[in-house]
């Protein structure tokens, strides 16, 4: 039976906060603010994590090749991740056509990529829903090979990504949309592979391999330093993303390793067992943040941001976890 890690969902609430927040503040607050080493590894986080989460769902099965893209998959995760997305469609729709009549502002967004992910009303990190539903046919695969072929799994998917990078470097049609680049798994196939070894991590007796992620999580430490502040930047990579890469994971998986020493496994502490929450309910209130900042003009009220969304995404998740039951019987 999979081990519970409240601590996960602890660290997915805090890391949606951080999305929250780092939606809402200026470049230059960011910066400021080292937000490089916080806010920033927020998307890395939750990459780290889910790869963190397939570990741990895989690391105590035996499966056959067969066993991966079954009808209960996709029925489970059709009711997990595109059931919520679908009515966030219809309410994106519902609420850009009353958005356009009250306030006279064309806010839709109707192309090809809605059948991808983009939202009717697309705000910030629209991106991420393009990447998780890639997801749900990588995973699979991927945990499947690693409970093999660690090592050499981890190889290919690092190799994956520097490859993808070096060959987005050379399309120009990046140029004028990036959407495709920015939504592209490949980005963030060795955090995933990260997350993996995590899950082995923590569940080992053996903690030998921490100093190793303690070493490569301050080399990417310094390199985000560099880049930031110093305005290092590498040769034949995209510059757009050159803070989330191969080189960077390692810190984004040091600050999850971080958290699962620091916070209990469980925990009825109101603040944890309330951040745990919220991260039980991050894809639901990631989903409204888009739709939220597809709407509104103004952004930079953060406690405005924050008390819309969160509310808003806990209830959103509170009413489809019940619509959800209620179809699955």
Not at 236 to 261: K, S, V
Request: proline share 3%.
């Amino acid at each position: 039976m999979k081990q519970h890690f409240q601590q996960i969902d602890i660290l997915k609430g805090l890391a949606i906060v951080a999305v929250l927040l780092l939606h809402s503040l200026s470049r230059g607050q960011l910066v400021d603010s080292y937000a490089i080493y916080h806010i920033w590894q927020a998307v890395p986080v939750f990459m780290v994590l889910m790869g963190l989460n397939l570990g741990m769902s895989y690391g105590s099965k035996t499966l056959h090749f067969k066993q991966l893209y079954t009808r209960h998959y996709f029925q489970k995760k059709a009711l997990r991740i595109i059931f919520p997305l679908l009515l966030i469609y219809a309410i994106a729709l519902v609420l850009g056509f009353v958005w356009e009549q009250v306030y006279g502002r064309e806010v839709y967004t109707l192309d090809w990529k809605n059948l991808i992910g983009v939202l009717p009303v697309s705000g910030k990190g629209n991106y991420f829903i393009t990447l998780l539903l890639q997801s749900l046919l990588a995973l699979p695969l991927i945990g499947y090979t690693f409970h093999r072929w660690p090592i050499l799994t981890t190889l290919v998917l690092v190799l994956l990504e520097i490859a993808f990078q070096a060959l987005a470097f050379q399309i120009s049609y990046f140029n004028q949309d990036r959407y495709l680049y920015d939504a592209a798994l490949f980005r963030y196939f060795s955090a995933i592979a990260l997350g993996l070894w995590l899950s082995r991590l923590i569940t080992a007796s053996n903690s030998r391999y921490g100093w190793l992620l303690l070493l490569a999580g301050l080399a990417s430490g310094v390199y985000l330093y560099f880049h930031i502040y110093q305005q290092v930047r590498l040769p034949y990579i995209r510059p757009e993303w050159q803070a989330q890469l191969f080189l960077t994971f390692p810190f984004a998986t040091l600050l999850c390793y971080w958290g699962i020493l620091a916070f209990p496994q469980q925990s009825n502490v109101p603040v944890l067992k309330g951040m745990a929450t919220v991260g039980k309910a991050s894809y639901h209130i990631f989903l409204v943040q888009v739709l939220y900042f597809g709407l509104v003009v103004d952004d930079s009220n953060i406690a405005l941001n924050l008390t819309v969304c969160l509310v808003t995404g806990m209830i959103f998740y509170w009413v489809e976890s019940f619509l959800s039951k209620k179809i699955s019987r």
